[in-house]
């Protein structure tokens, strides 16, 4: 028996492809129409992934790259919720992030930003929700840095966030961004979003609740997969 195919995406509710403020979108989109493919068996099922897979403290991004000492930078937990359109928990599913460091730059052979490379942060990290949905990680704030789209662009402060479901064809990605960051409303990638509602949706507000004190700030963003109040994906849902 083959399996159903996922919902198809209503793809009325992405950006346009073709956002002329963001300029990699010009060269980047598409100048034909897209073709519809249907799933294969290989792309609705798998994978599976088990506490077997996690290291303990793959979720720590302050101790899972450290050689040396802590990295250097604003210590925060960020942590929240896999919910679906209904609110109910999502467990078991795997959350992965990946982020600049405190200085703004990646650790990526073609990231040229001047700020120095931190010996001891790898910017990876993830982890499984548990029986009510819930994650966290412990990490950096990233910084913001400039990139070319006009001449004085500034992304920022970022994590890039990944939920995978039941399938490869189920990952989703996106960005969240901390509460009061005045780069927000400027950023053109921010902005080639339509809605206001959805970009809020991005942005983790700060938790003092699960703050440790002369230790780490805390931000809380749930993640909720479908519905009127889904996040907004890179890659959207199917079927929301």
């Known amino acids: ?3 159903a195919d996922f919902y198809q995406r209503d793809r009325r509710l992405h950006p346009p492809a073709l956002t002329p403020d ?3 979108s010009v060269a980047r989109s598409p100048r034909y129409s897209m073709i519809s493919l249907e799933n294969t068996v290989s792309e609705v099922t ?22 040396t000492g802590d990295p250097v930078g604003e210590r925060i937990i960020v942590h929240g919720r896999v919910l679906d359109e209904n609110a109910r928990p999502v467990p078991g599913t795997l959350v992965e992030i990946w982020q600049a460091n405190a200085g703004g730059r990646y650790r990526h052979k073609k990231d040229s930003y001047l700020a120095p490379i931190d010996p001891n942060f790898g910017g990876c990290g993830r982890t499984l ?3 009510n949905g819930q994650y966290a990680f412990r990490t950096v704030k990233p910084g913001a840095y400039p990139w070319r789209n006009w001449v004085n662009n500034w992304r920022p402060a970022h994590i890039h966030v990944s939920v995978f479901g039941t399938a490869f064809a189920q990952r989703l990605i996106t960005q969240l961004y ?5 780069l927000i409303p400027k950023c053109p990638i921010v902005q080639t979003i339509p809605d206001p509602e959805a970009i809020e949706q991005l942005i983790a507000k700060l938790d003092l609740n699960a703050t440790i004190p002369l230790d780490s700030i ?9 519905g009127r109040r889904s996040t907004w994906f890179e890659n959207r849902p199917e079927g929301n």
């Open 1 to 3: 028996m083959t399996p």
């Open 22 to 24: 963001y300029k990699t």
């Open 46 to 67: 798998g994978p599976t992934f088990g506490h077997g897979d996690i290291d303990p403290i793959d979720n720590d991004l302050i101790s899972n790259y450290a050689h």
């Open 129 to 131: 929700t548990d029986q």
């Open 178 to 182: 901390f509460e009061g960051d005045p």
């Open 218 to 226: 805390a931000y809380k963003f749930d993640i909720v997969l479908r």
